[in-house]
């Protein structure tokens, strides 16, 4: 069960960490550009929604984030892997946690719902 979780963060994480580095300056150069730390000069805002059971590990994972990225607000919203895939899914939030991989037919439907 608990390898079953971690697959479940890893994504999650890492998708978070791509979101957020999408909201920096793509003309800054933090000079480390082997680096895959985030970088100080970040700002923005970033909110997902999903599963209760995620909750613990999101709020641990924001706390060390920002301590790095001060300039950047991070929020998840517990309200269930259900209510967190139907928020993704309408667009709400760039990102979910769910206890299971989404199907196709809800991929198409985000894809549709993000105006591009």
Request: glycine fraction near 12%; include cysteine.
């Amino acid at each position: 069960m608990r390898i079953k979780n971690l697959l479940l963060v890893v994504p999650v994480t890492a998708a978070l960490a791509f979101g957020v580095a999408a909201c920096g300056d793509s003309s800054s150069d933090s000079g480390d550009s082997g680096s895959s730390a985030p970088s100080s000069d970040l700002s923005g805002q970033l909110a997902g929604a999903g599963s209760s059971a995620q909750e613990a590990a999101m709020q641990a994972w924001i706390a060390t984030f920002q301590q790095s990225n001060p300039n950047i607000t991070l929020s998840y919203d517990p309200v269930g892997s259900g209510g967190g895939r139907e928020q993704f899914i309408a667009g709400a939030v760039p990102f979910g946690g769910a206890d299971s991989a989404m199907e196709e037919t809800e991929l198409r439907k985000r894809r549709s719902s993000v105006v591009e």
